[in-house]
């Protein structure tokens, strides 16, 4: 099995290195300086790809449309704990995540062990359904022969059953393109019922909005990443302080200052260079564009010229994790008072709620993070933020009365709502890995792609770094 390692540094990475804006309507403030690369975002991925051309002497410009760095990595510093918003866990095989973090000084903590403190109940129907009751109670739709195992993460040993890969990179080979169906085709062969499936996959969905619309290949590369992440080290570690801190530290590490408030119109190809137009006027030259938005933002950009009818197609149709996020701080611990775990599965817009322990003591429930996937997200965000928060927690108090009036709402975020995301992570509907994964990634022209779309070996943050570093060695290559 091929098998990342954890023991990455940045030095062996550098030593196996090598129309339509016009129409936008928008008129010039400046031409900027002509640099080597411009960076279109302030995420990992971009960050890398930043730090990696300035350390074998390149010049950069960073810009990024928030007035923030971090991209998807956004920590919640305000709330008790430092909870994520995006970016949770650094994992066994994150070796450049845990790279950087060493080189800047940034410390790392392990939480598997608190989080494995929770069991969490399944709430269902209106109700809380105890333990010994589940097994029995009329609401559950479990396979047969499961029927004493919870909703909560079953899949994942499903797929575990079924996975024909035999390595994760597996699933960019041709021969096992076959599998690149629904997750559907596989749940109805093994005798699911349809409600089964709507219990167990398509609510509180973990990839896609339903089973119908995921690849089942997408599925087996994921499940068999996850794996080989702890058969490396099972750990889940974060930064002390919260996540946001690394990107943070590798911007300051950079020896220009990133470009904060600079929304990107279009991307244009002309005299031997390229230049990024942005929806302020201003206008970067460089001779090389590493562009590492996501897949939303790339379909509100203009491309002159235009891209490839392959790539157009990819950016414009393959989906992105919808995922609305509601932080409650506990102002007391009503678990205590009616004997539950903190923790819940539940069917309703509430989600799964998942207590966090981010204090000093492993015991200290700090906050939870609700989280509503899919078209429970999409409904959250047709309420607006305060009434989807109200919501969020008149469910929870619901189904738990002893939390009433002890729970408050703190921090929300949808990341669909985003305009510098459009969602969180790139979920490959069918037939999508067969007909677009090898291009994601490759240049057109001047302009060179990254971000963890295009990543083929690795997920999440690692996939966002991986893929930043692909894109470095890219334009060091044609520099």
Known sequence: ????????????AMAAGGAAIASSGVSPLHAATERD????????????????????GNSVAVIEGRNRIGGRVLTLKGLPGNPEAGGNSILGGYGRMRDISDQLGIELMDYTPR?????????LGGSV??????????????????????????????????????????????????????VYGLLRNLGWSEETIA????????????????????????QKWFATQSDIEPVSLSAVGGNQRIPEAMANSLKSEVHLGKTVAGVRLVDGHAEVHCSDGSIYKAKRVICSAPLPPLRWMKFDPILPPTKRAAILSIGQMLITQTHIIPKEPFWEEDGFDPSMWTDTPAGVVSA????????????????SRGHTAQYLDTLGEEAAKARVVAEIEHL??????????????????DPFSGGDWAVWHPGQIAAYLLDMGKAEGRIHFCGEHTALSNRGMEGAMESGERAAFEVMDLL
């Open 1 to 12: 099995m091929a098998k990342a390692s954890s023991s990455f540094t940045r030095r062996s």
């Open 37 to 56: 690369v411009v960076i279109i975002g302030a995420g990992l991925s971009g960050l890398n790809a930043a730090m990696l051309l300035e350390e074998a």
């Open 115 to 123: 989080s494995a403190s929770s069991k969490p109940e399944v709430a």
């Open 129 to 182: 359904i105890s333990k010994k009751d589940w097994p029995s109670h009329p609401l559950n739709k479990m396979p047969e022969g499961a029927r004493e195992r919870s909703p909560s993460g079953y899949i994942w040993g499903v797929i575990a059953a079924n996975n024909p890969l035999e390595s994760f990179e597996d699933w960019y080979d041709p021969k096992f393109w076959k599998y690149d169906g629904p």
């Open 199 to 222: 219990q167990v996959y398509d609510t509180n969905v973990q990839y896609g909005t339903s089973a119908h619309d995921t690849s089942l290949l997408m599925w087996y590369f994921i």
């Open 356 to 371: 966090q322990r981010f204090g000093e003591s492993a015991e200290e429930v700090t906050n939870f993070l609700c989280w």
């Open 400 to 417: 738990r009365p002893a939390a009433k009036g002890k729970i408050e709402a703190l921090g929300f975020k949808s990341w669909q709502l």
